[in-house]
């Protein structure tokens, strides 16, 4: 079992920055993929941000340029830095995790989400 642990959400005024970080914790073989995404009231979760091992990322057309996912693999953390933060920014923000964790045998895939972070943009 792989096990993410969130923090860093809360209340901002537009405008504003916010720092997200997301820990795995586990028997972890190795890590494909870290990414956030956000889920608002009434709508889809959609993918805001990703990085994958070799160090590839990619964004939502909507926080291009204001938001930058970075990670520390020694650590098994992701980081999600949001700047000049928007009323529409306002979701509930999940870390996924996709990798391979160690078993007896051979490692097993896995893909594990966070229980979410509320971040709330007021203008």
């Known amino acids: 079992q792989v096990q993410l642990v969130e923090s860093g959400g809360g209340l901002v005024q537009a405008g504003g920055s916010l720092r997200l970080s997301c820990a795995a914790s586990g028997s972890i073989f190795s890590i494909n993929a870290m990414g956030w995404y956000r889920q608002a009231p009434g709508k889809q979760r959609e993918l805001v941000a990703r990085i994958l091992s070799h160090g590839f990322t990619n964004y939502a057309d909507s926080v291009k340029g204001r938001f930058t996912i970075s990670r520390d693999g020694a650590k098994n953390t992701v980081y999600l830095q949001m700047t000049s933060l928007k009323d529409e920014d306002t979701a509930v923000y999940y870390c996924?995790?996709?990798?391979?964790?160690?078993?007896?045998?051979?490692?097993?895939?896995?893909?594990?989400w966070g229980r979410g972070t509320q971040v709330t943009v007021s203008s």
């Open positions: 996924n995790v996709q990798g391979k964790v160690a078993t007896s045998q051979a490692p097993r895939e896995f893909d594990s």
